[in-house]
Every structure is written in structure tokens, then in C-alpha cells.
């Protein structure tokens, strides 16, 4: 579903990677790969600037090389996290937002990045297509970040489970609402 449609859109027109605003590029993520396993720190970027650059260029690519861009970037990935031992998955890394994980969290945030910006692109796939369970994960994931005294949730939203998601997520939904069924404010 995603490779077909992460960069035409439903008219088939090319859709430009600036549309993917929090994109990954294919060696951020490879980069903590290689932190964990060698322990030489090795950022997702060299710089804020860096990744907005990275994106910017990318937004010029045609979209036949924007879809090769897509799935070359998951095989350096895999090919890095096959190499890691039990003690390198628990190796601590820093993220582009600041965040020290442990390497174990770099699978969930390429298919967090992934899903969420398929979606994101416009290409007519809605967190209603997406995998209940991911939508589940998300859903946590979110709530854990931000807190549970700041973030919304059932019952204080009501709505499907992907509307919610999308809610949480910051990306267009409908059908949230309120415990008094009025149209949920959009959630910072």
C-alpha cells in the first residue's frame, strides 16, 4: 500500500518530499544504527539545517526517484540493525529532538515516520487504513511523550479509534469530539 502511493498522488502527479515536513532522510536513522553498534556518537544530522536542506533538495527530485529514494532507504536500515548485538540494542542514542533512547526505538520510529507521514502526503491514505495495532501503538506513544495530564483521551475525546489517532497526532481528522459532543478543539 505505502511504496505504490508514498510519492504519486491518487491523479498520479508527483508529490514533493517539502510536503513531508518531519521526513527521515535514509541515513538519519542508519546513523544511530551506527552509534549503538560502534559506540562513536554519530547524530541523526550534522544540523538542524542540514535536515531542512536535506528535505528542500529532495523536494526537487521527480517522483520516480523520490519512490527509489523510499525503498533504498529501507535496506541501509535493515542491513544496520541485522548487525546489532542484544547489548547494541540497548545502547543509548540521541535523537534529532533531543531524546536519549535506547537503539531498540529506532525500528518504532522509522515505521512511526513512515505511516504517519503516508498519510501526512496527501496521497488519499487516512490513519483508517493504517494497521489498528500501529494506530494502538501511536495512540500510546503520544500519551507517553506528552503526558497524560496534557493530552486529551478517551473519555475526554470521544470518536474511532483512527480519528482519534490522527487527533492525537496533530494530522487532519473528523468526527472528535468533546464529552458533550461538540467538535474537539485541534490538539497542540
Not at 523520490?66 to 546489532?84: G, K, N, R, V
Request: glycine share 8%; hydrophobic share 40%.
Amino acid at each position: 500500500m505505502l511504496r505504490c502511493r508514498v510519492f504519486v498522488a491518487d491523479d498520479g502527479s508527483p508529490i514533493a518530499l517539502s510536503e513531508l515536513s518531519g521526513a527521515v532522510d535514509r541515513w538519519a536513522l542508519r546513523n544511530l544504527m551506527h552509534w549503538a553498534r560502534t559506540g562513536e556518537p554519530t547524530p541523526m544530522y550534522s544540523s538542524p539545517e542540514q535536515r531542512l536542506a536535506d528535505i528542500e533538495s529532495g523536494a526537487q527530485l521527480p517522483a520516480a526517484w523520490l519512490t527509489a529514494w523510499f525503498e533504498e532507504s529501507a535496506q541501509p536500515l535493515a542491513y544496520a540493525t541485522a548487525e546489532l548485538t542484544e547489548e547494541q540494542w540497548r545502547a543509548e542514542v540521541l535523537t534529532a529532538q533531543g531524546r536519549t533512547v535506547p537503539a531498540s526505538e529506532v525500528p518504532w520510529m522509522r515505521t512511526r515516520e513512515v505511516m504517519v507521514h503516508a498519510v501526512d502526503l496527501g496521497t488519499g491514505i487516512r490513519f483508517a487504513d493504517l494497521p489498528e495495532e500501529f494506530c494502538a501503538e501511536l495512540r500510546h506513544d503520544i500519551v507517553g511523550k506528552r503526558g497524560s495530564d496534557t493530552v486529551p483521551t478517551a473519555p475526554t475525546v470521544q470518536g474511532s479509534n483512527a480519528d482519534i489517532t490522527a487527533y492525537l497526532a496533530g494530522c487532519p481528522y473528523t468526527g472528535v469530539t468533546t464529552g458533550d459532543g461538540a467538535p474537539a478543539e485541534p490538539n497542540p
